[in-house]
């Protein structure tokens, strides 16, 4: 007997052991195919699950700024927007104002409360702003006028409508706003005048005349914007 | 028989090595036969929709948003070489840019969103050369230009 012939014949029955890591290579193999059967549902996945509307999202970011620039039609200045003209558009004045928006669902709303929508805008892509949404008014002031009383006005604005109309006998030489001489006549103002101020300034007016001015005799329109904010969401939905 | 069980490693291992070598065979045939072409036409019309809203952006970008007496701008556009390894381009069409590819599932149309004195949009890039959007004219009128650029 060989020494091999010795070793051997303790394992006899095993005539298949031979072969017995095909056992595990199977098992490895099979477990690899788990691993590359998850790893490919994920990526399905993720594929099945990726934001596809990109387009969407570029739209409504490219209307918002359309609406907040300063040369829109919706603008009274960059991220102001005019409160008569936001609230009187129709889907059809939109999409004239903002052709980009034609052939697509868009919802625009101000604080949550549509101004427009145009085709079927309930989900989608939103983006907001923050802007500000301004209206005009008019206040007339009719004080007194006379050597060192002037009018200051309370809020700031654009232009003055101001109406002349001293008492007989009283000639009324120049209006001064802030200092500056804006209406001048020797002879003497009377009638309706529109004048241009500093935004950026109160404005104080103050009158010259060779006599009193009681109340009414000058009459200063002023028309002050009042601006609130709001959140302006544009909605693009395909 | 016992003269012989010397074969038996040799046996294992070479069926063990033409196991795993027709096992690779099958996975990476049914990998690129239907996966990985799959896997890589979903991620071209993904890139092809962000490319698209990448350049409407730049080309809108491009346009000052105050009106000037004199306009002059040239941008260069960050564009992807190719979609799914194929050669692509991106047409003004209108007010509308549109991407247009020999790959399947790859297009698709972005509305420009524009000032009204924007009066033409006008040209074409192509994948994989220097894209640059050119805007000029006045403060009546501009024309914004898709060109190829030299780098």
């Known amino acids: 007997m060989t020494a091999a012939e010795v070793r051997g014949a303790g394992r006899r029955p095993s005539e298949q052991r031979g072969q017995a890591n095909l056992l595990a290579v199977g098992v490895a193999l099979l477990l690899v195919t788990g691993a590359l059967g998850v790893a490919v549902a994920f990526s399905d996945g993720a594929f099945a699950g990726v934001d596809r509307t990109a387009g969407d999202r570029r739209l409504a970011d490219s209307l918002a700024a359309r609406v907040v620039a300063s040369d829109g039609p919706l603008a009274a200045r960059e991220n102001v927007l005019r409160r008569d003209a936001v609230e009187n558009l129709t889907p059809a004045s939109f999409e004239d104002a903002f052709p980009a928006a034609r052939g697509h669902a868009v919802r625009v709303a101000l604080d949550g409360h549509t101004l427009v929508r145009t085709g079927d805008a309930t989900g989608g892509e939103t983006v907001r702003r923050i802007v500000l949404v301004a209206r005009r008014q008019s206040r007339t002031y009719a004080p007194a006028f006379g050597a060192g009383v002037d009018l200051t006005l309370p809020r700031r604005t654009g232009a003055l409508d101001l109406v002349v109309r001293p008492p007989p006998g009283t000639v009324v030489r120049t209006v001064r706003a802030d200092g500056r001489i804006v209406l001048r006549d020797p002879d003497g103002l009377r009638g309706a005048y529109r004048v241009r101020v500093s935004r950026y300034r109160t404005t104080t007016v103050a009158v010259d005349a060779n006599g009193s001015l009681p109340a009414g005799s000058v009459r200063v329109t002023a028309h002050p914007s009042v601006t609130e904010k709001a959140t302006l969401a544009v909605t693009v939905d395909g | ?151």
Do not use: F, Q
Request: no cysteine; net charge positive.
């Open chain 2, 1 to 151: 028989m016992s003269t012989d069980r010397g074969l038996t490693p040799v046996v294992g291992k070479t069926l063990e090595i033409g196991i795993v070598l027709l096992y690779v065979a099958l996975v990476t045939t049914a990998l690129y036969g239907g996966v990985v072409p799959h896997a890589r036409s979903d991620a071209a019309g993904v890139v092809g929709d962000r490319a698209l809203a990448a350049a409407a952006t730049s080309v809108e970008d491009a346009v000052p948003a105050v009106p000037a007496s004199a306009v002059t701008v040239r941008e260069r556009v960050s564009l992807p070489d190719s979609l799914r390894g194929r050669p692509y381009e991106i047409r003004a069409s209108g007010r509308t840019l549109v991407l247009e590819s020999a790959a399947p599932g790859v297009g698709g149309r972005a509305t420009l969103s524009l000032p009204s004195r924007v009066r033409a949009v006008n040209g074409t890039w192509h994948g994989g050369r220097t894209a640059v959007v050119v805007v000029r004219g006045n403060a009546s009128g501009l024309r914004v230009a898709l060109e190829g650029g030299d780098g």
